[in-house]
């Protein structure tokens, strides 16, 4: 079957999926679930323009970004030519879901309108819901944290405490109280998601089935529920 426009196939398939899947829907209101780990699976080749809004929202003005730059590297040429400066050259957008890359994943918060967006993203990420000991390990193994802009390692509980501290009013002072908030989706869970830096994951060992098909079709994307915790072991 040949398709008229490049994202004919993912609008079908986004159809099919919403009605295969009805757990997408109802699975929010569940209160055993409240925490979600998103993974982006593919590219956006060929994304239907509505589902590209979601993922690219919208793209920085080219001199904040010469500002910005100029401010980090100290570089006062920048500041009086920002159109010799390698961000005016830069098409760098602002992410909703924050998965910059693929296999990049984030946790979020199970509430109606996330569950609404990931539905209309199904066939890009694939998500679930994390145990205890699964946002233990991606913390631990995986974890850095978003430092004046930089991807740091966190190497110590002091580096918490500096940047978590005072923002929490001195509930996450350390990684186990930081793995509380975000297990338990806590009253700071966006401070301390804001504090990690998107997780890279590496391809599961033994590789995707199917990366074009949804998991209820026996492929990859879209919700996997409790399934999403052996992916992750696989990943990390």
């Known amino acids: 079957m040949a398709w008229a426009c490049p994202w004919a ?3 079908l398939f986004s159809r099919q999926s919403r009605t295969v899947s009805p757990t997408l829907r109802t699975s929010a209101h569940s209160q055993e679930a409240k925490l979600l780990f998103v993974m982006r699976l593919r590219g956006i080749n060929g994304m239907h323009p509505k589902t590209r809004k979601i993922m690219q929202v919208r793209r920085l003005h080219r001199h904040q970004l010469s500002l910005r730059l100029c401010r980090q590297q100290a570089a006062p040429f920048w500041l009086y030519h920002p159109e010799q400066s390698p961000a005016h050259r830069t098409r760098s957008r602002w992410q909703v879901l924050r998965l910059l890359q693929i296999n990049n994943g984030t946790f979020m918060k199970v509430n109606k309108a996330t569950m609404n967006m990931l539905v209309k993203v199904d066939p890009y990420i694939m998500y679930g819901y994390p145990s205890l000991k699964t946002v233990k390990e991606l913390v631990y193994k ?7 802009g930089q991807r740091v390692p966190i190497t110590d509980n002091d580096m918490i405490e500096k940047q978590l501290g005072e923002k929490t009013k001195g509930a996450v002072i350390c990684i186990e109280d930081l ?5 338990t989706v806590g009253p ?18 033994g590789g995707f089935s199917r990366i074009r098909n949804h998991f209820v079709e026996g492929g990859d994307a879209g919700n996997r529920e409790e399934y999403i915790n052996e992916l992750i072991r696989r990943m990390l």
């Not at 793995?179 to 297990?183: C, G, K, T």
């Not at 700071?188 to 060992?205: D, G, I, R, S």
Request: positive net charge; hydrophobic residues 40%; contains cysteine.
């Open 9 to 11: 196939r993912h609008w």
């Open 142 to 148: 995986r974890g850095h944290a978003k430092i004046n």
């Open 179 to 183: 793995v509380h908030q975000i297990y």
């Open 188 to 205: 700071y869970f966006k401070e301390c998601t804001k504090f990690l830096w998107p997780f890279k994951m590496n391809a599961p060992v």
